[in-house]
């Protein structure tokens, strides 16, 4: 069974550019969460859909924003890029059924804003 | 506000040595406590997971325990290996969602 998948692993873009993230949550998993890593730094939380709703948001300004599609995947968009958002993007499923609650991540999208 | 916080930042330690990595977080009404690991510019692995009720979780060489009272968590390592090599990460969720709080990680090299 595949994991997580995330497009692209890596993207370089240059200020106020527009980005556009891609998540596949594992077979069976409703919910999608998205988190930025700057380097060095721990993930922190963006944005978490459960059933194509969005069930929380983190600090980050209006340029964020996310989907999910009816397929569970989902997509994380920035508009407006700075040189700030360069970071590892990663994506997490759960299927918020068992109650252990065991995130799941992908391998991340590199993003690069020059 | 929950923060957690690692230490140490890094940590150098010889191959067959037995190791801790601590984690510590200030709102102790949380869900559960995960430790992840993370290799140079990939995606997070689940380690262990701790549920609020529980005291400790083993796999393999890796044991993590709990106090929620203390607002801490340690990661205990036996017989540490060069592969062991990496960031481990320790995550907080207070409200059984998905939106987990981390610290900045523990960065571990194993000398061969």
């Known amino acids: 069974d595949a994991g997580v998948t995330q497009s692209p692993t890596h993207l370089i873009k240059t200020r106020g550019q527009q980005v556009t993230l891609r998540c596949s949550p594992i077979?069976?998993?409703?919910?999608v969460s998205w988190y930025q890593q700057v380097l060095g730094q721990g993930p922190q939380f963006i944005f978490q859909?459960?059933?194509?709703?969005?069930?929380g948001r983190g600090n980050f300004p209006d340029r964020f924003s996310a989907r999910q599609f009816p397929n569970y995947s989902s997509e994380l968009n920035v508009n407006a890029l700075l040189l700030g958002d360069s970071a590892l993007y990663l994506c997490?499923?759960?299927?918020?059924?068992?109650?252990?609650?065991?995130?799941?991540f992908g391998a991340g999208s590199r993003l690069t804003v020059l | 506000k929950q923060e957690v916080t690692q230490i140490p930042a890094a940590l150098s330690v010889p191959e067959g040595e037995n190791l801790v990595l601590n984690c510590s977080f200030t709102d102790s009404a949380i869900y559960n406590l995960q430790w992840f690991r993370q290799d140079p510019g990939k995606g997070l692995t689940s380690l262990l997971l701790i549920q609020s009720s529980q005291r400790e979780q083993t796999s393999g060489r890796l044991n993590a325990s709990l106090d929620k009272s203390s607002g801490r968590s340690t990661l205990y390592i036996a017989a540490s290996q060069p592969g062991d090599s990496a960031t481990y990460l320790c995550a907080v969720d207070n409200n059984r969602d998905d939106k987990i709080i981390f610290g900045k990680g523990t960065r571990l090299h194993i000398l061969p």
């Open positions: 997490a499923s759960t299927d918020r059924v068992t109650g252990a609650n065991v995130l799941t």
């Open positions: 077979s069976g998993h409703k919910s």
């Open positions: 859909y459960y059933e194509k709703e969005e069930r």
